[in-house]
């Protein structure tokens, strides 16, 4: 998968199925809440694993039960990518949490 830059239209339609994922400076990003430090850990690694599926890693955080993610392509000069939409897609789908 290439790294193109996503206009404003397709990023609004690529949001339309990320529930709760919003764009915040020029990136993808979410907050989880999980129910525990260890959900929100075990929730980080499997998010690792589909990162290092695509060759593209997310800006994250994580505090005690909640990880925030943020999806931006720094080799494009911070510009939201089919990559950082790929990565949110799966994201979403092994979350449990929304």
Do not use: C
Not at 2 to 8: D, F, G, I, P, R
């Amino acid at each position: 998968m290439t790294k193109m830059v996503l206009t404003a239209d397709k990023v609004k339609a690529a949001l339309t199925e990320l529930p709760g994922w919003k764009v915040e400076d020029n990136a993808l990003s979410k907050v989880f809440v999980f129910g525990s430090f260890r959900e929100a850990f075990g929730f980080m690694t499997r998010v690792a694993f589909e990162a290092e599926a695509l060759d593209h890693h997310p800006d994250w955080s994580n505090g005690y039960d909640k990880v925030t993610i943020r999806l931006t392509s720094h080799s494009l000069g911070d510009k939201i990518t089919e990559k950082d939409a790929e990565l949110a897609r799966r994201i979403q789908r092994i979350s449990w949490v929304g």
